[in-house]
């Protein structure tokens, strides 16, 4: 007894979802009618490379609000672990990888001191956050004796300005890697969901009916490839979008699929429940501030890269953008909710918007204002939805 | 209180009819039938039957515990054996809920002895308790609703191949129990959120046989429950018993305690304060034990009826 649901019954009942993909179409249809270039090939790798270390930030964001906690320290621990790997690599003249992984091992050690605080001390994350929003970008300042630093230069500087796989298989005016990595995307992405209503079907479960079904998959394969073409045709893969590809899927597997993962909706949902049932509190707290910390080392090294230098002031307010990205992509604020594909979409939301504000020459006050109400109208129909559905 | 003991009264002779429809519906499988006392189960979820009928699984020995000056529990005995359950009654304050606290390792005690299948044993953590054989529902927070019923189900015992859970063995497993239990939930990936309370209920108690327990202790199982409702949750506890579990009812209500248990213990002000037959037990017997009108020299009793 396979139930097909319509079209509306489907939108109504993911409405929290498919509102997100649809106010994003929304936006990007209403800045590309507003400004011509807006979808040249040349602005969306622009978009790509101008906001990674967000949408990097909001990945560990999103596990740590659905966690129930926050993180206010990322951006200090950008500007900590960019101005690590620069002292390393343009002072001292050490090798690229050297600035890297010192970079990452400082997030990892920023990641384990909060994690102490707040899941072994019991002290909120909010404070202990704050405080090292604080203490890390005292840090920040002290390691850069307060100057700037640049440039990097060379291996550093490509990685978030590259396009290392550019002409890898050739082609007259589009590279051919390009367009065969997002071919491959696009099966991958098929098959696993036609593996997916399989699988529901199997179990007597709600699916689509088939031509809405496949005219789902063939729009987004659509819309994907057409992306992959303009990439292909400007400047080919930038490094820093496989790199996010590989950190997105990556992610998505450990918080869907992984014990971990579990976890930490688990403890978001239900601490007591959570806690009685034998699930490990403080070690899955402790590990979610822990891989926040990497994932801002790895932020911190992107930025440093992009800008091909570090600055005492460098990633301020970047935990803002990753909170509100984590929120405007469906995450609840009293934690248990929350996808990682979720706050992808809220931070490039956010990219888009910032970008194509500043092709139309919209004043930086403004864009403020803009985002500041865009992210309390999300919230605001998310509390709306769940009245909704709890009415219901 | 007047209205409430008088609600009830009219909702036990509903139950019993309910109660008596629904163990028919146990028809399929073998070890069905009935819910008489001795059936013996075929081994669905009950690997733990191996153990013998009469040795007991749970026994409590001389337990005491104390939080400050108060004397929450004073050398206080129970027994639980394979295909029993064991009613632990008592006004507010009387211990019950310490004493389930400390089965499942929540609470540690400060003195006496805990016996699991004839070897002493120490719970430091519920985990361990579990380990042990004992699974509980906790009263108030036994479930997260931002999840699905299978994952609420496998909560902290998740099937997992390295790192990554087995979702597809979790998911049969789940729906294995659920039908042990002949319980109405719709599908296992539901989440929680749009369940009833009955049925989350029901998920809770379905938690308890993951990982094959011998023992489940249930702490106020019926008290937010509608009437159709906690007819539904006696019966999943008559069919634990079935399944060959001891199992610890903690209640309020002494009309979903009689209707269900084999065997009553009363506790007052942390003391045992008379064990009954709960065939044969009166409302009044039982309230005056409870309230203090008699005062049941424990030894005796309990060996009585051992």
């Known amino acids: 007894m396979t139930a097909i649901a319509g079209f509306r019954e489907m939108v109504t009942r993911n409405l929290r979802q498919s509102g997100i993909f649809v106010a994003f179409l929304v936006i990007v249809a209403l800045f590309s009618f507003l400004n011509s270039n807006f979808l040249s ?10 906001y990674s270390y967000i949408l990097i930030l909001a990945i560990g964001m999103v596990m740590v609000i659905v966690l129930g906690q926050i993180d206010l320290s990322v951006g200090s621990v950008v500007a900590l672990t960019g101005a690590v790997s620069a002292v390393l690599v343009i002072r001292h003249g050490q090798p690229w990888w050297v600035g890297v992984l010192a970079a990452l091992a400082v997030g990892v050690v920023v990641g384990m001191w909060q994690g102490f605080w707040v899941a072994y001390v019991g002290i909120p994350g909010f404070i202990v956050t704050l405080a090292g929003m604080l203490l890390f970008r005292g840090l920040a300042q002290r390691v ?26 050739g082609g007259y005016g589009v590279d051919v890697f390009t367009l065969v990595i997002f071919g491959i995307a696009v099966v991958g992405f098929g098959v696993s969901q036609w593996r997916t209503r399989m699988g529901r079907i199997a179990y007597q479960q709600v699916v689509e009916a088939l031509p809405l079904f496949v005219l789902k998959l063939v729009a987004i394969a659509a819309v994907v490839m057409w992306f992959g073409y303009q990439l292909a045709q400007s400047r080919g893969l930038p490094n820093i979008l496989i790199v996010l590809a590989v950190l997105i899927l990556a992610y998505s597997v450990i918080t869907q699929r992984s014990v971990f993962g579990r976890h930490i909706y688990a403890i978001g949902g239900n601490l007591n429940a959570a806690q ?8 899955v707290t402790f590990w979610t501030f822990v891989n926040m910390g990497l994932l801002a080392g790895v932020a911190g090294v992107v930025f440093s890269s992009r800008m091909n230098g570090a600055q005492p ?11 509100a990205a984590a929120f405007i992509g469906g995450a609840s604020t009293t934690g248990g909710v929350g996808r990682v594909t979720g706050a992808m979409t809220g931070a490039l939301i956010m990219a888009v918007m910032s970008n194509g504000m500043q092709l139309m020459g919209v004043p930086q006050s403004v864009q403020q204002m803009v985002k500041g109400l865009v992210l309390l109208l999300a919230v605001a129909f998310d509390v709306w939805n769940k009245r909704r559905a709890e009415a219901r | 209180m007047p209205g409430r003991a008088s609600a009830s009264t009219s909702v036990r002779a509903d139950r019993r009819v309910a109660g008596s429809k629904v163990a028919d519906r146990f028809d399929g499988p073998p070890g069905g039938g009935k819910t008489g006392r001795d059936v013996r189960d075929e081994g669905q979820v009950g690997e733990a039957v191996g153990v013998g009928r009469r040795a007991p699984v749970l026994s409590v020995q001389q ?6 000056a108060v004397e929450a529990l004073v050398g206080v005995d129970l027994v639980v054996r394979p295909h029993e359950v064991v009613a632990l009654v008592g006004d507010n304050g009387a211990g019950k809920s310490t004493l389930a606290k400390i089965i499942s390792g929540v609470l540690q005690p400060d003195a006496g002895l805990l016996e699991i299948g004839g070897e002493p044993v120490a719970l430091p953590s519920p985990s361990d308790a579990h380990q042990a054989g004992v699974a509980t529902v906790f009263q108030d927070y036994a479930l997260c609703e931002n999840l699905d019923v299978t ?6 015992r998740e099937l997992r191949e390295r790192t990554l859970m087995r979702e597809g063995e979790m998911e049969r497993v789940a729906r294995r129990i659920l039908h042990d239990l002949s319980s109405r939930i719709p599908a296992v990936r539901t989440p ?8 989350r209920q029901t998920v809770a108690i379905a938690r308890t046989l993951i990982g094959s327990p011998r023992l489940v202790v249930l702490d106020e199982p019926t008290a937010a429950l509608s009437v159709a409702h906690t007819a539904e949750i006696l019966t999943h506890i008559e069919r634990l018993r079935e399944l060959g579990l001891g199992v610890v009812l903690i209640s309020h209500n002494l009309n979903d305690v009689r209707a269900v248990s084999d065997r009553i213990e009363v506790l007052r002000h942390g003391r045992n304060n008379g064990s009954f037959d709960a065939r044969h037990v009166s409302q009044e017997e039982l309230l005056a034990a409870i309230t203090g009108a008699t005062q049941v020299a424990t030894s005796s009793t309990s060996d009585a009826l051992l």
């Not at chain 1, 034998?278 to 070690?283: A, F, N, P, T």
């Not at chain 1, 002031?313 to 909170?323: H, K, R, S, V, W």
Request: hydrophobic residues 40%.
């Open chain 1, 41 to 50: 090939p040349g602005n969306l790798t622009n978009i790509v490379l101008q």
């Open chain 1, 144 to 169: 850069l004796d307060n100057v700037s630093l640049s440039p990097f230069g060379g291996t550093y500087y490509d990685i978030a300005n590259g396009f290392s796989t550019n002409g890898l298989l």
């Open chain 1, 276 to 283: 009685l049932s034998g699930v490990k509190v403080r070690q």
């Open chain 1, 313 to 323: 002031g460098a990633g301020n307010m970047f935990e803002l953008d990753a909170i």
């Open chain 2, 63 to 68: 337990v005491s515990k104390r939080f400050g």
């Open chain 2, 151 to 156: 994952a609420n189900l496998f909560l902290g």
């Open chain 2, 192 to 199: 929680v959120s749009h369940l009833s309370a009955g049925q």
